[in-house]
């Protein structure tokens, strides 16, 4: 299966001669200290251009602000979506691109600029997916953290909780793969040496897989308490007109409101 790759200035909208409109638009936005071809961006990058025939994909590339201090970093979050949000919107005027085609994906930090990308479209566009947000200087009501009124679905996969990820609810589906928090499988050993970077960059990797093996994360859903808790298992909320079958919902990719 072929894919391609053009690298142009997303400013230069003349350049982006490949792309389709009527396809959906996938938007990639890295997080803090990281760019275009950081080991958490390139995995789901190369999974869905090995799935070119279906979506067109372009990727923000903030490097200038994000390899700034944190602190400095975490005030530009807004600012920066919505630069990279008014550069979208003429790109989607000059093509013809509609709200409901475009889905927004972002990690850590990237995650809260995805967050504002979608506040500078009033919530319009279709969805936007927050890989691990980063959880340092942001709180459960930072009115720059991505949220659900940013699109018409938000979907939030956790996997670094209380480190440099976090634990609060953003979307209008949250997952909590190993129960959102760190070591996620395979970085035991490797959380101590990358400051849990690991553990950090499993939302991208999970994110990745779902692209190319749809059904490959299965989750149920839980009350909130449940599903951090490390120490019990997770029991589906109950209602009584549903059977345990109906609390199923996909993880990734094919993920909806459920």
Same mark, same amino acid.
């Given at each position: 299966?072929?894919c391609?790759?053009?690298?142009?200035?997303?400013?230069?909208?003349?350049?982006?001669?490949?792309?389709?409109?009527?396809?959906?638009?996938?938007?990639?936005?890295? @997080?803090?200290m990281?760019?275009?071809?950081h080991?958490?961006?390139?995995?789901?990058?190369?999974?869905?251009?090995?799935r070119?025939?279906?979506?067109n994909?372009?990727?923000?590339?903030?490097?200038?602000?994000?390899?700034?201090l944190?602190?400095?970093?975490?005030?530009?979050?807004?600012?920066?979506?919505?630069?990279?949000?008014?550069?979208?919107?003429?790109?989607?005027h000059?093509?013809?691109?509609?709200?409901?085609?475009?889905?927004?994906? @972002?990690?850590?930090?990237?995650?809260?600029?995805?967050?504002?990308?979608?506040?500078?479209?009033?919530?319009?566009?279709?969805?936007?997916?927050a890989?691990?947000?980063?959880?340092?200087?942001?709180?459960?009501?930072s009115?720059?953290?991505v @949220?659900?009124?940013?699109?018409?679905?938000?979907?939030?996969i956790?996997?670094?909780?209380?480190?440099?990820?976090?634990?609060?609810?953003?979307?209008?589906?949250?997952?909590?793969?190993?129960?959102?928090?760190?070591?996620q499988? @395979?970085?035991?050993?490797?959380?101590?040496?990358?400051?849990?970077?690991?553990?950090?960059?499993?939302?991208?990797?999970?994110?990745?897989?779902?692209?190319?093996?749809?059904?490959?994360?299965?989750?149920?859903?839980?009350?909130?308490?449940?599903?951090?808790?490390?120490y019990?298992?997770?029991?589906?909320?109950?209602?009584?007109?549903?059977?345990?079958?109906?609390y199923?919902?996909?993880?990734?990719?094919v993920?909806?409101?459920?």
């Amino acid at each position: 299966m072929g894919c391609s790759v053009q690298e142009v200035n997303l400013e230069d909208i003349q350049q982006l001669s490949t792309i389709n409109p009527r396809k959906q638009l996938k938007v990639l936005i890295h @997080g803090w200290m990281a760019n275009r071809d950081h080991i958490a961006t390139v995995p789901i990058r190369t999974a869905y251009l090995l799935r070119n025939e279906h979506n067109n994909l372009l990727v923000g590339d903030w490097t200038n602000a994000s390899a700034l201090l944190y602190p400095v970093a975490r005030e530009l979050v807004q600012p920066v979506g919505y630069r990279i949000a008014s550069i979208l919107s003429r790109l989607m005027h000059l093509l013809g691109i509609d709200y409901s085609q475009v889905h927004i994906i @972002g990690h850590s930090l990237g995650a809260h600029v995805a967050g504002n990308v979608g506040n500078y479209f009033s919530g319009r566009l279709a969805r936007i997916t927050a890989l691990d947000p980063a959880g340092p200087l942001f709180s459960h009501n930072s009115r720059d953290a991505v @949220g659900p009124r940013a699109a018409k679905f938000v979907d939030v996969i956790h996997t670094d909780g209380l480190v440099l990820g976090e634990l609060v609810p953003r979307g209008h589906v949250d997952f909590y793969p190993n129960h959102g928090v760190p070591p996620q499988p @395979g970085c035991e050993t490797l959380d101590v040496l990358t400051l849990h970077a690991c553990s950090h960059y499993r939302s991208t990797g999970y994110f990745a897989e779902s692209i190319l093996l749809p059904n490959s994360f299965i989750a149920i859903r839980c009350e909130q308490r449940e599903s951090v808790n490390q120490y019990k298992g997770c029991q589906p909320v109950k209602k009584e007109k549903f059977s345990r079958t109906d609390y199923s919902i996909t993880m990734g990719e094919v993920a909806d409101r459920g």
